[in-house]
């Protein structure tokens, strides 16, 4: 995969008989490499911005698109490899496996995919990486607000994904601990070219990244 684009990308939610209409025409493009912030108000649609591009989600009208290829062609189980392989996905409130350990929770999307002889392996040296080596056998529970983040941030590159989202990875996080997340992803980022997403409202994170949009009005604007 080189670029992932959403192309007059829309989405509305129907409740009961009221439709509120979240994104309008929203065309964006993520290369290789890219490093962007998506800011904006609460509920001015982040959140569903990035379900809908790590294709979590489906539009009400548009399209995503991988290498320019309209993912709704895809059958479902081309949709989840794409997924596997290309996207890793973190979660504002880390949506860790409560029952399964540190080491066993980084594996799982590598289990899914099925693909990498040298799974376990990997799995150890991103332990090494977010340096919970010395807790591969905690449940979540166990850990602190920081250390579940960054187990949720190896369990989201296991697949040597293209892109990661993340939806406000900082939000929950002291400065302390913010700032080791922080470090971590621009360093995988910079050294592996994998291209970051991040919903965000931390200043502080924000003004790491090259890109930065903001959405208003359902649109979505460079700043
Ligand atoms: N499943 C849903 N059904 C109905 N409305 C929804 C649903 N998900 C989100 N919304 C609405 O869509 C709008 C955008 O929500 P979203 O979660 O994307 O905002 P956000 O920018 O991520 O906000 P926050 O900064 O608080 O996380 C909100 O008005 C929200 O109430
Ligand atoms: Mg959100």
Redesign the pocket.
């Known amino acids: 995969m080189n670029n992932l684009k959403s192309v007059d990308l829309s989405k509305s939610?129907t409740?009961n008989e009221e439709s509120?209409d979240?994104l309008h025409n929203i065309n964006l493009t993520i290369n290789l490499h890219d490093q962007i912030a998506i800011s904006?108000?609460?509920?001015?649609?982040?959140?569903?911005?990035l379900h809908l591009l790590a294709a979590l989600d489906t539009p009400t009208s548009g399209k995503i698109c991988i290498d320019d290829v309209d993912i709704s062609s895809f059958t479902k189980n081309e949709l989840s490899k794409h997924r596997l392989e290309n996207f890793g996905f973190v979660y504002?409130f880390h949506h860790l496996m409560e029952d399964l350990t540190v080491i066993e929770n980084i594996l799982i999307p590598g289990q899914l995919a099925n693909t990498n002889p040298s799974l376990n392996d990997d799995a150890h040296e991103l332990a090494e990486l977010i340096g919970l080596s010395h807790r591969l056998n905690h449940l979540p529970w166990k850990l602190s607000g920081g250390e579940k983040q960054r187990v949720a941030i190896a369990r989201a590159l296991i697949n040597k994904p293209k892109i990661i989202f993340l939806?406000?990875p900082t939000g929950n996080l002291d400065d302390k601990n913010a700032q080791i997340i922080q470090d971590l992803l621009f360093d995988i980022s910079n050294k592996h070219g994998v291209a970051l997403v991040a919903?965000t409202?931390d200043n502080n994170f924000i003004k790491n990244f090259k890109t930065i949009y903001k959405?208003e009005d359902k649109t979505i604007s460079e700043i």
Do not use: C, F, P, R
């Open positions: 939610y409740t509120i979240v904006g108000n609460s509920g001015s649609g982040k959140s569903t911005l504002q939806d406000e919903a409202h959405i």
